[in-house]
């Protein structure tokens, strides 16, 4: 079975400093893994994909994540937070089109002035 | 670009009532996920179907059926409320059936039991 943990439940940095929010997987085959962003009280939008292409990634509003199978790692970067990148972070994995979706416990970023 | 759309976006039920979500997938996205997600939460799968059929299962309870209509939409019917239902309830949508992998996500259901 796949699983997905994400190392920091709140992350906080300040407004123009790097953010990395890390996520680790397991799996069995090889996985295809998501970040999504969520706003308070809204829908969660799609920020990047990996699904066995190239291994750096680059999504939505200037974040990328570097899939690393030696360290079962996907971590997302963005070189300079803004105020508006304030949110909760999920990584995800699936391992069949079609099929579900398992998702981290979320990462809450706070981006301060 | 067209999203996938829920309704109703609000609910609230009593324990013991039934509720009917509904979820229109993106155009020509034949795959249709529901998810729910408690406060402070991560997203569950509950279940999906791809061309009306179900294709996954997750922990969706007795109490909870789905379908997929022949236009593709969805709807969750969930009886005997109970308060631990209380959640969003996403939906998503994905297109190719056997080769999507991204899902989109629908503004979700808030449905309050009390």
């Known amino acids: 079975a796949q699983s997905v943990t994400q190392l920091g439940s709140h992350v906080s940095v300040s407004e123009g400093a790097l953010v990395l929010l890390r996520c680790n997987y397991s799996s069995s085959v090889p996985p295809y893994l998501f970040w999504y962003v969520q706003y308070p009280n809204q829908g969660l939008q799609l920020l990047l994909k990996?699904?066995?292409?190239?291994?750096l990634v680059k999504g939505i509003n200037g974040f990328e994540a570097e899939f690393k199978k030696s360290e079962t790692s996907f971590h997302l970067t963005k070189p300079s937070a803004h105020m508006s990148d304030a949110a909760e972070y999920f990584c995800a994995v699936s391992v069949q089109a079609g099929t579900a979706l398992i998702f981290g416990k979320g990462t809450t970023l706070s981006v301060s002035s | 670009a067209a999203g996938v759309i829920q309704s109703p976006r609000h609910l609230i039920k009593e324990k013991r009532e039934t509720a009917t979500l509904k979820c229109y997938p993106i155009p020509r996205h034949d795959t249709v996920y529901w998810y729910q997600q408690g406060p402070g939460q991560d997203p569950q799968f509950l279940i999906s179907?791809?061309?009306?059929?179900?294709?996954d299962k997750g922990s969706i309870p007795d109490r909870f059926s789905a379908q997929q209509f022949s236009d593709y939409h969805s709807e969750l019917n969930m009886s005997s409320l109970e308060l631990g239902d209380s959640a969003l309830y996403f939906c998503a949508s994905s297109s190719g059936g056997g080769t999507a992998y991204e899902q989109y996500f629908g503004p979700g259901t808030r449905l309050t039991v009390t």
């Open positions: 990996y699904t066995s292409a190239a291994t």
């Open positions: 179907f791809y061309e009306k059929m179900q294709s």
